[in-house]
């Protein structure tokens, strides 16, 4: 079973940026679609955003528009989140998956192809 890892978490102040990655150790993700989830304490796993595998679709969970950004570098076999003017309720863990696609309803249970791998917290300070 695939897991994919994410890495890049930290502790910021409000207002600041992170950048996560998404790495594939034992298969390639330019031929796949990837989300970001994250999970605050106590709460359900949350859709995030989602990226095609050619870079022409993503959609965004609406607490995130116009502050995150997703993108993909194949060659590198990575996908990215870019976290700007991070709020405290961004604090959980991050998680990255590969999806069946890419498409509004992204974060329905059964779009998930993959079980939640290696998170990374993002923590973020008032």
């Known amino acids: 079973e695939v897991q994919l890892q994410a890495s890049g978490g930290g502790l910021v102040q409000a207002g600041g940026s992170l950048r996560l990655s998404c790495a594939a150790t034992d298969s390639t993700l330019d031929d796949r679609v990837v989300g970001w989830f994250r999970q605050a304490p106590g709460k359900e796993h949350e859709g995030v955003s989602c990226i095609s595998t050619n870079v022409h679709r993503t959609n965004y969970a609406d607490a995130v528009k116009g502050r995150f950004t997703i993108s993909r570098d194949n060659a590198k076999n990575t996908v990215f989140l870019h976290m700007n003017s991070l709020k405290p309720e961004d604090t959980a863990v991050y998680y990255c998956?590969?999806?069946?696609?890419?498409?509004?309803?992204?974060?329905?249970?059964?779009?998930?192809?993959?079980?939640w791998g290696q998170g990374t917290l993002v923590t973020v300070s008032s």
């Open positions: 998956v590969r999806l069946f696609s890419c498409d509004p309803d992204f974060d329905v249970r059964t779009n998930i192809l993959d079980a």
